[in-house]
């Protein structure tokens, strides 16, 4: 389990990131897998969506995790799950729990119940964390600044991270960062950062501003809802649906 989380770490290179589309089953973890992908990643958008629960914690923890340990089982290589604000449990019980489906890293966003945590609080769940998992588990400590719009959400994203990293996180996740922005996330957080490659920002120039993680969230399993509804129109207007 260890040879996993430390393989996680080693593909986190900045300006050579390594690519994430994030998965939600087991087809999907196969399917990306068989891609060529050296590590897979959940999104909770997609998994929560998928067992018919809403995002942000909608879905039990009981639920979301078998869903992730799934996905661990459908992969031989390293997994790492979105494990949402941590679902109410004690740092070390989410280790277990995330260590016991065989999980080689984790998210953990620093947003609960709607409310952006304080950054200190969040630095002593994420050193809690650290302390239980040891070295068996990759922390991607997600800063939710920008996604909720907070002032000077770049600063702000900066003064977090580094309390982030010093409290034992792998790398800091700015979720929905501009692309403006990221070369001076890059420049002034002190490890390894984690991006969106959304519609707007470019890839080649993630990797040429340093970025060490590149995430899709659930933009692969909403580009496969898509083609699912023009496969089911096709086929109700009485259309070749493989045309």
């Given at each position: 389990?260890?040879?996993?989380?430390?393989?996680?770490?080693?593909?986190?290179?900045?300006?050579?990131?390594?690519?994430?589309?994030?998965?939600?089953?087991?087809?999907?973890?196969?399917?990306?897998?068989?891609?060529?992908?050296?590590?897979?990643?959940?999104?909770?958008?997609?998994?929560?969506?998928?067992?018919?629960?809403?995002?942000?914690?909608?879905?039990?923890?009981?639920?979301?995790?078998?869903?992730?340990?799934?996905?661990?089982?459908?992969?031989?290589?390293?997994?790492?799950?979105?494990?949402?604000?941590?679902?109410?449990?004690?740092?070390?019980?989410?280790?277990?729990?995330?260590?016991?489906?065989?999980?080689?890293?984790?998210?953990?966003?620093?947003?609960y119940a709607g409310e952006l945590a304080e950054p200190e609080r969040q630095a002593e769940f994420l050193a809690a964390v650290r302390d239980a998992a040891g070295d068996a588990l990759v922390i991607n400590a997600r800063i939710d600044t920008f996604v909720n719009g907070v002032p000077d959400a770049l600063d702000a994203a900066i003064a977090r991270g580094r309390l982030y990293l010093e409290a034992g996180a792998d790398c800091v996740y700015p979720i929905t960062a501009p692309m403006d922005a990221v070369p001076e996330l890059v420049k002034g957080l002190p490890g390894p950062v984690n991006v969106n490659n959304f519609p707007g920002t470019s890839l080649a120039e993630l990797a040429e501003a340093g970025v060490a993680r590149v995430s899709y969230g659930p933009v692969p399993f909403l580009q496969s809802l898509e083609a699912l509804k023009r496969f089911a129109t096709r086929v109700l207007s009485r259309e070749d649906p493989y045309g």
């Open positions: 389990m260890t040879e996993k989380a430390e393989r996680l770490r080693e593909l986190h290179r900045p300006g050579d990131p390594l690519l994430l589309p994030n998965v939600w089953d087991a087809a999907s973890a196969a399917t990306v897998e068989e891609a060529g992908f050296p590590a897979l990643a959940t999104a909770s958008a997609a998994v929560a969506a998928m067992l018919g629960y809403p995002d942000h914690e909608g879905a039990p923890a009981d639920e979301m995790l078998a869903a992730a340990g799934r996905v661990v089982r459908a992969a031989s290589v390293p997994v790492t799950v979105d494990a949402e604000a941590g679902y109410g449990m004690r740092p070390a019980e989410l280790v277990e729990r995330l260590l016991a489906i065989g999980a080689a890293g984790c998210n953990l966003e620093d947003t």
